[in-house]
């Protein structure tokens, strides 16, 4: 993804604040190294393992932040590709409602609408009507 800001409405809560605390990038970073995993913050630890590849990920003082924030706790890290995955349906999705609106506007009924976005987009017409309802 080009856009770090693309990710931030698909981010868990935990990630969100992560994003507070140590910014996006960073943050990002961290999804990459420790995504899909549970990792528990350990403050006053010195040299921890978790510790180390956070600091080299991230920097001394990010890391220092960051265990600071979540000290004594086990956040689950949220996996880059299942985020990057809802961006690209939400577009999708947006682009068929943008689609189904123009296909309207040009005197297409519904159904006909609904036929038409199905095989531009490849999916079945069950999963075009869940959309256009929901935007």
């Known amino acids: ?34 995504g899909g995993q549970s ?7 010195k040299d921890s393992v978790i510790k180390r590849q956070i600091t080299q990920a991230i920097g001394e003082s990010a890391a220092d932040l960051l265990i600071r924030y979540f000290s ?7 996996m880059v590709s299942s985020v990057e995955s809802k961006i690209l ?15 309207i506007k040009d005197n297409q009924n519904y159904n006909n609408a609904v036929r038409v976005l199905s095989g531009e ?8 009507y869940k959309i256009i309802t929901r935007i």
Do not use: C, W
Request: hydrophobic share 40%; no cysteine; net charge positive.
């Open 121 to 128: 987009f490849a999916l079945s017409d069950r999963q075009i």
């Open 1 to 34: 993804m080009k856009n770090p800001q693309d990710y931030l409405p698909h981010l868990t809560e935990n990630m969100r604040q992560m994003v507070g605390v140590i910014g996006i990038d960073n943050t990002l970073s961290i999804m990459k190294l420790y």
């Open 39 to 45: 990792i528990e913050m350990v403050s006053g630890v």
């Open 89 to 103: 349906r939400s577009k999708r999705n947006q682009e068929i409602g943008i689609r189904f609106s123009e296909l």
């Open 72 to 78: 004594r706790e086990t956040i689950y890290i949220q």
